[in-house]
């Protein structure tokens, strides 16, 4: 089946730390890989996507290359802020009817100033 | 820029009403779907809406469940009878295409069951 496996949380980090959020998956087929993210009472915001193999999504520091050699779309950023706290969710879209998303458990970042 | 509009925000009721989520899906998507989340948990898929019917839900999805688009704007989830166990996060969702395109998301309703 289709699956996204991510490490668990919280990660804690000193403001401009390193960033690393690992993240696996199954899929029968071709997915497309997302990372998503929910600051505070808020809803899912698209962080960033790639949709094939050795693809890198990017957006607001947060990088993620598409490695289908070992399943995985780690998500990185070199140097965090505390604007940064959220919880990111890994999520791929595989399918041919419905293309549902199936995500992560999701791992909550918090960031100290 | 265009967004997916969720109504209401948050809604109580009590165990065995009937709710109905309202959601305004990206006005030339045309894909719809609905996912649910827990408190302190994963998001999880409920159903996928397309060409006005529906073409994959989850085993979550149950018949209590029903989705419908009245009209060329609206997609609902109402839930005949309502349990404690759906006291969720209910996130609408739409996308262009299918494949490789992303489902932009709602703000979602927090739906508390007293």
């Known amino acids: 089946g289709n699956s996204v496996t991510q490490m668990e949380g919280p990660v804690t980090l000193s403001e401009e730390a390193f960033l690393t959020i690992n993240c696996t998956y199954t899929?029968?087929?071709?997915?497309?890989l997302f990372w998503y993210v929910q600051y505070p009472g808020e809803g899912l915001q698209l962080l960033l996507k790639?949709?094939?193999?050795?693809d890198k999504g990017s957006n607001k520091g947060f990088e993620a290359t598409y490695r289908k050699e070992t399943t995985s779309f780690h998500l990185e950023k070199g140097s965090v802020q505390v604007s940064d706290s959220a919880v990111y969710f890994c999520?791929?879209?595989?399918?041919?009817?419905?293309?549902?998303?199936?995500f992560g458990a999701g791992t909550r970042l918090f960031v100290k100033a | 820029e265009p967004e997916v509009t969720q109504t209401p925000s948050h809604q109580v009721t009590q165990m065995g009403q009937e709710v109905i989520l309202r959601c305004v899906p990206i006005?030339?998507?045309?894909?719809f779907y609905w996912y649910r989340q827990i408190l302190g948990q994963k998001v999880e898929f409920l159903v996928s809406?397309?060409?006005?019917?529906?073409?994959?839900k989850s085993e979550i999805f149950d018949d209590q469940f029903s989705v419908e688009r009245p009209d060329g704007s609206n997609f609902t989830l109402k839930i005949r009878s309502t349990k404690l166990e759906d006291s969720a996060m209910y996130f609408c969702?739409?996308?262009?295409?299918?494949?490789?395109?992303?489902?932009?998301f709602g703000q979602g309703t927090r739906l508390t069951v007293v």
């Open positions: 969702a739409s996308s262009l295409t299918g494949e490789g395109t992303e489902a932009f």
């Open positions: 899929a029968t087929g071709y997915p497309s």
């Open positions: 790639a949709t094939k193999a050795d």
């Open positions: 999520a791929l879209s595989v399918g041919t009817g419905g293309f549902k998303t199936i």
């Open positions: 006005s030339n998507h045309l894909y």
């Open positions: 809406f397309y060409n006005n019917e529906i073409s994959e």
